[in-house]
């Protein structure tokens, strides 16, 4: 007697099945990553929980608070234990990361530049139940040792971030997610985010994204506009102290000098 085909099997039956041309369900829990259209291409709709995601990149700092932040936001809120850094390429910027909802105080940094201390400390706060994420950036691990790191993540439930280089793309990997972080080359303001290994079919475009969140996009344009308007304040003034006469020109630059940087700016906010 043969096995039934699949279309013969009852729809309880099926449920359990995964096509492998269709975009998989989660099969534990997920974080949203905050970014909607990131959101719609992977299964569960978000970072997977308790297991591992592949961050490769050319450079090991680009773009990864700003894709990662509101995922690790939401973390600290619902687990309350800190986010863990383990190695990162430069010293994050308290600051900012508060302003974006991540205060400094839930962060954790242990600085290391030898591969096999950065391997440990980043096994161990996985161990931990009260850490929340860890971010860890692990140039020169290998499978054995990232596949170490994906059981320890299930152990407590955590999010695990692991950065490693774009040249390792074509090499084997535990993690259940891996993408491959790129500046858009046609527009400096967009990211592109490929999907190098998911459960579901193969994602041919990347995914885009801003670089920069709505608020430090509106910061930037308003210190351009700033420059604009300082540099066409500072032609004109240039001009009338050529055409005016002598006297003239000792008001302007003793009242220039009385007023100080702000009377620049003064002037740029009536222009």
């Known amino acids: 007697m043969g096995l039934p085909s699949l279309a013969s099997l009852s729809p309880a039956a099926g449920r359990g099945v995964w096509h492998a041309d269709e975009l998989g369900s989660a099969d534990a829990q997920v974080i949203g990553t905050g970014h909607a259209a990131l959101d ?8 997977p929980v308790g297991a591992m995601s592949e961050l490769l990149q050319a450079a090991p700092e680009d773009h990864v608070w700003r894709l990662l932040l509101p995922a690790l936001v939401q973390s600290v ?3 309350g234990g800190p986010v863990v850094l383990i190695g990162p390429p430069r010293e994050p910027f ?6 974006h909802g991540l205060r400094p105080e839930a ?3 242990v600085r290391s530049e030898a591969a096999a201390a950065r391997l440990w400390a980043c096994e161990q706060a996985l161990r931990c139940a009260e850490v929340g994420a860890v971010l860890a950036w692990l140039p020169q691990a290998r499978v054995g040792e990232l596949r170490r790191l994906q059981l320890a993540a299930a152990q407590h439930e955590a999010l695990l971030f692991v950065c490693r280089p774009e040249a390792v793309a074509q090499s084997a990997s535990p993690a259940r997610l891996r993408l491959r972080i790129a500046r858009c080359e046609a527009d400096p303001a967009q990211i592109e985010l490929h999907i190098l290994k998911r459960r579901g079919p193969p994602l041919a475009a990347p995914v885009m994204l801003p670089a920069r969140g709505e608020r430090m996009a509106a ?4 210190a351009r506009l700033r420059r604009k308007l300082r540099a066409q304040q500072q032609g004109a003034v240039a001009v009338e102290a050529v055409e005016a006469p002598p006297a003239a020109n000792v008001v302007r630059i003793d009242a220039w000098k009385a007023g100080g940087a702000n009377a620049l700016d003064r002037l740029a906010v009536v222009a």
């Open 77 to 79: 809120a619902v687990r």
């Open 107 to 109: 962060l954790m940094w």
């Open 40 to 47: 719609a291409q992977l299964p569960g709709g978000g970072w």
């Open 94 to 99: 308290g600051a900012s990361l508060a302003a």
């Open 219 to 222: 910061l930037l344009a308003a």
